[in-house]
C-alpha cells in the first residue's frame, strides 16, 4: 500500500529556506522513482524535483535548479527537499508522489505517478 507523508512547509520570507520531509512506506520507497510537485492555486501541478531512491540519480525543474536540493535517507525511507532562496513564485501546495520504476523516472511527469501524498504549504512573502 502506497503511504506517503509529507512535513515541512510554513511560512517564510523571500530568500529564506524551508526543509520538506517525504516519509514512505518500504513499499512506496525502495527501488522507485519518486519526487516533488507544487501546485498553485489555479494552476496546473508541476514537477520541483526527483529522485530514484535505487541509485539517488535526482532531476530538477529549470526553475528550481541551483536553489533546491532532493536527497534521500534509505535508513529512514525518506526523501527531503531543501529549499534555499525562496522567491514569492514558489508559493504552492508541494507534493510528495512515488512511483514503481517502469523504464526511466525522468523527467517526472503527473500523468504516471499514482502514490501521492496530502501536500504541504508553502508561502513564500516579499
Known amino acids: 500500500q502506497v503511504q506517503l507523508v509529507e512535513s515541512g512547509g510554513g511560512s517564510v520570507q523571500a530568500g529564506g529556506s524551508l526543509r520538506l520531509s517525504c516519509a514512505a512506506s518500504e513499499y512506496s520507497y525502495n527501488n522507485n522513482c519518486m519526487g516533488w510537485f507544487r501546485q498553485a492555486p489555479g494552476k496546473g501541478r508541476d514537477v520541483v524535483a526527483g529522485?530514484?531512491?535505487?541509485?539517488?540519480?535526482?532531476y530538477y525543474a529549470d526553475s528550481v535548479k541551483g536553489r533546491f536540493t532532493i536527497s534521500r535517507d534509505n535508513a529512514k525511507n525518506t526523501v527531503y527537499l531543501q529549499m534555499n532562496s525562496l522567491k514569492p513564485e514558489d508559493t504552492a501546495m508541494y507534493y510528495c508522489?512515488?512511483?514503481?520504476?517502469?523504464?526511466?523516472?525522468?523527467?517526472?511527469?503527473?500523468?504516471?505517478?499514482?502514490?501521492w501524498g496530502q501536500g504541504t504549504q508553502v508561502t513564500v512573502s516579499s
Open positions: 529522485i530514484y531512491t535505487g541509485d539517488g540519480t535526482t
Open positions: 508522489a512515488a512511483r514503481n520504476r517502469a523504464g526511466t523516472c525522468f523527467p517526472p511527469t503527473v500523468w504516471n505517478y499514482d502514490g
